[in-house]
Structures are given as C-alpha cells and as structure tokens.
C-alpha cells in the first residue's frame, strides 16, 4: 500500500516539474509568465454550538490560452465535533492535500474541469481504538456556468469511495472565482 502511494506522490512531483520546465523553456519574458498566472481557491469555516470546520485551499492556474488553463493547489481542513452525548463520538480531523487541476472554456459561458485531489487524513475519535489514517484520492470532472472570472457548477468525483472519501457524496457543487 505504501508503494502505491510513494508512485502516486512521485507522479505529482515529476508532473509538477515538467510543467514548471514546459514554463521555463517557453519565450515569454518572466513578466509575461505572471501576467498569465490567475490566483483564487477556497476559504470558509463554519461553527455551531458542537462543530466547527475550517477549509483553507489555495489555487494557482495558469492560462496557456485565453480559453485553456492548468493548475496546482493546496488544501488544509480541520474539522472537530465535542458533543459530550454518549451517542456520538467526539472527534478532530487534519487533512492536508495537493491538487492538479486543468480548466478549458469551450464556449465563453461554460467552463469544463478536471481536477484531481489527493489528501492525507488524520482522524482522532475519544475512543482512540477508532482513530484512523489514510491518503485518499478524488478526480473530479465538473463543468458550470462562467460569467468573467467567477464560475458556479457542479463536479463529480469518479474516485469517490463512501468508506475513505472526504467529502459526504460524490457530486459536488462548487464556486470558483480567479483573479
């Protein structure tokens, strides 16, 4: 099991290098470069009186052509439930992750993207017999509504696993707005 994960990281580290070199072989001037870069991604939290849950998911992507796009990200959740009810466990959650994500506008007010996710999960429950550890994958293909740079839609994740899957079922909806 952990080789497979050691293939997939080195997957994403020799496919990040090869688009940073693709980059710095092209004959644009380094001002061009950033000048095709757009940044965005996702930050929340949500709090009730037992839950609390915090996203943080940078995003860069950079625009090969007006209408096409690819990218990378980074994710980070914490999430923790403190019922104190017999029922429930009381639990916290990490999970720290890294994103690939290609985004194409065939037409101007429908953007198309796959975006492929993979995170590390850190689980703890009150009874420590429950605690759990794991990498889980997630390729979303999704396709929304864009006017400008702010896109609504919704993604579906062919990965998805109702046992491992961070996420509470495979479709998905999702706002993505980049600058």
């Not at 990281?9 to 001002?31: D, G, H, N, R």
């Not at 990378?72 to 403190?82: I, K, Q, T, V």
Request: charged share 15%; aromatic share 18%; glycine share 8%.
């Amino acid at each position: 099991m952990k080789n497979r994960h050691s293939n997939i990281i080195a997957f994403f580290i020799i496919f990040t290098l090869v688009i940073c070199k693709s980059f710095s072989q092209s004959t644009t001037t380094e001002s061009d470069f950033w000048n095709k870069v757009r940044f965005g991604g996702n930050i929340g939290a949500g709090f009730n009186n037992n839950f609390t849950s915090i996203i943080i998911a940078p995003q860069a992507i950079y625009q090969l052509k007006p209408n096409f796009g690819v990218g990378l990200g980074l994710n980070y959740s914490y999430s923790e439930r403190d019922v104190n009810n017999a029922s429930f466990q009381d639990f916290s959650s990490n999970i720290y992750g890294a994103s690939i994500i290609g985004i194409a506008n065939p037409i101007d007010y429908l953007q198309v993207s796959a975006d492929f996710e993979y995170f590390y999960v850190n689980q703890n429950f009150e009874n420590s017999s429950l605690d759990r550890e794991y990498w889980v994958p997630a390729l979303f293909l999704g396709a929304g509504y864009r006017q400008g740079n702010f896109v609504i839609g919704f993604r579906y994740d062919i990965l998805y696993n109702d046992d491992k899957s961070i996420y509470n079922n495979g479709l998905q909806p999702f706002v993505r707005l980049l600058f």
